[in-house]
């Protein structure tokens, strides 16, 4: 499966060959989580208990990677709060080969 490529501002993009850039594979699904929880924080705007809101983006999370069928190859999903930043969630998906995709989700 492809999809078009989006940057941090989830906007198209041209790659180096002046055509729209896309993304498939591991790629495709690690942008899928990151539009798809940044979409349902929106569902989630005054939700302020810290801790239900974490177990809910770890479920909105593990719904996206059964979608896309990588249920299997993501070892653990860990919410957590922003070392950083003010009113954002680092979210990190740690998969069974030891490799990890993580970004950020402003509250």
Known sequence: MSDLSLDSSFD???DD????????GVEEFEQSVAVML???MYSMTGDTDFETLKEK???????VARNHDK?????????ERHPDKASTLLVELIYNSNDNFSFDLTL
Not at 57 to 63: C, M, N, V
């Open 12 to 14: 198209v993009f041209l």
């Open 57 to 63: 983006i770890r479920l909105q999370t593990g719904r």
């Open 71 to 79: 249920i299997d190859a993501v070892d653990r999903i860990v919410v």
């Open 17 to 24: 060959r002046n055509d729209v850039a896309t993304v498939d």
């Open 38 to 40: 940044t979409d349902y």
